[in-house]
C-alpha cells in the first residue's frame, strides 16, 4: 500500500505492506478506532477481503482508492 501526500513545495510517500493491515492485528486497530464494521466481522472475512483485493490488484495495476485533490493544490492518494 502506497500513501502519497503532495502539496505545492512538500511531497511525502508512505509505503508499507498491505498484508499487514489484514491481520488480527490490523482488525484490532480497525475496532480500536471505532471503524463501523458488523459486529460478527472475523479475521476469516478479513483474509477473504485481503485476497479478492490482491486479484483486484493484479488486474488493475493502478487501482487508487482514495484520490483526493483539494483546492490549494494539494493531493493525497491511496494505493493498493
Known amino acids: 500500500m502506497r500513501i502519497s501526500i503532495t502539496s505545492e513545495n512538500k511531497s511525502f510517500n508512505l509505503r508499507f505492506p498491505t498484508r499487514l493491515a489484514f491481520t488480527r492485528l490490523g482488525l484490532s486497530f480497525l475496532k480500536k478506532a471505532h471503524v463501523d464494521l458488523p459486529e460478527n466481522f472475523s479475521s476469516r472475512d478479513l483474509k477473504r477481503l485481503y485476497r479478492v483485493i490482491k486479484e483486484s490488484r493484479k488486474i ?17 492518494k491511496i494505493k493498493l
Open 60 to 76: 488493475h495495476k493502478d487501482w487508487y482508492v482514495v484520490e483526493v485533490e483539494s483546492s490549494d493544490g494539494e493531493n493525497v
